[in-house]
């Protein structure tokens, strides 16, 4: 009968081991803890389902038929992929296994690793994985439980979460180092930056919220004086080259800055210190790893945070 093996129970296939180790009911059953009765239907309702007899009756006791040795093998097999499971979910529950998968926003990148480096090495076996997007992109892969956790600024309000700040997200203004406001003592306010050619990174990440929300009381210069770019990357190799100016996480140009390739703008009302989130679906209980590196992203993660000086 077709799909009649699938509707077989884990009882049933117990019981053709049990029988087929002693060739007896009444032994059988004493080895599971059932009764006679108990296992012979168990036998009987297994028989009828598979359409074969899996025993042959014979005076010296049940013998396996062809058939039976078929369906033996298998539930041996089952029991096996059982037993390893158990281990494994033990194991788990210990945190000496696990997988855990990581969405960060493409800003996160940059401390993303020393994060999940600094829990690894606490907790060895535990596998990370992690996936890199704009914040639309991490939205998504938490809307399809993609993800464990997401590692963003702004959680999504449209998916039930839970979300808790671990650190500060400060946006600054960078410029290439001989440009003429850059780092001077006295204040630039926005007025004047939106007279410059702004570089921006596109519509549906983070930054270009923060960006739109910084500049939306002034009144920019022409269109054309604004250049979209889709990674934080071309952003600040364009500023580099000096192609224009860049409001941007601070968090992505610490080496930059330490090697003087970049410099600081003073800005009235800068820097704009957001927040970091960590993020997951109410609907998605944590497993004992991914709780672990929510507990230990929450206590420690700050301190893997880049660290630019004068901020």
Same mark, same amino acid.
């Given at each position: ?7 077989? $129970? ?21 080895? +599971?803890?059932?009764? #006679? ?16 007899? +899996? ?35 033990? =194991? ?6 696990? /997988? ?15 994060? /999940? ?33 997401? /590692? ?49 990174? =596109? /519509? ?7 960006? =739109? ?29 000096? +192609?224009?100016?860049?409001?941007? $996480? ?5 080496? =930059? ?30 497993? #004992? ?19 630019? #000086?004068?901020?």
């Amino acid at each position: 009968m077709p799909g009649a093996m699938r509707d077989v $129970s884990l009882r049933q296939l117990r019981a053709v081991i049990a029988i087929a180790k002693t060739g007896k009911i009444v032994s059988a059953a004493n080895a +599971l803890g059932l009764t #006679p009765p108990a296992v012979t239907e168990q036998l009987k309702l297994m028989e009828e389902a598979l359409g074969i007899r +899996l025993f042959h009756r014979t005076k010296a006791g049940l013998r396996l038929t062809d058939a039976g040795q078929v369906v033996l093998e298998a539930a041996i097999r089952t029991e096996a992929l059982l037993d390893d499971a158990h281990e494994r979910i033990q =194991e788990m529950k210990g945190l000496k296994a696990g /997988i855990v998968t990581i969405g960060v926003v493409s800003t996160a990148k940059y401390f993303a690793p020393r994060l /999940i480096h600094a829990f690894v090495e606490a907790n060895p076996s535990i596998e990370m994985k992690l996936v890199v997007g704009n914040r639309l992109e991490t939205i998504e892969a938490l809307r399809s439980y993609d993800i464990d956790i997401a /590692i963003m600024g702004r959680p999504p309000n449209d998916i039930v979460v839970s979300k808790l700040v671990f650190g500060p997200h400060p946006y600054v203004m960078i410029a290439r180092p001989d440009h003429r406001l850059a780092n001077r003592q006295r204040a630039v306010d926005r007025t004047s930056l939106a007279k410059e050619k702004l570089l921006v990174r =596109e /519509i549906g990440s983070g930054s270009r919220v923060v960006f =739109e929300t910084f500049f939306r009381s002034v009144k920019r210069a022409e269109p054309s004086s604004i250049i979209e770019f889709g990674s934080n990357e071309t952003i600040k190799q364009a500023v580099m080259a000096g +192609l224009g100016l860049a409001l941007i $996480s601070a968090h992505t140009i610490e080496l =930059e800055i330490e090697t003087g390739r970049l410099a600081l703008i003073n800005v009235k009302d800068l820097p704009v210190v957001r927040e970091w989130n960590l993020v997951h679906r109410l609907d998605k209980e944590l497993g #004992p790893a991914a709780a672990a590196f929510w507990r230990y992203a929450l206590k420690d993660g700050q301190r893997h945070l880049p660290r630019i #000086p004068g901020l």
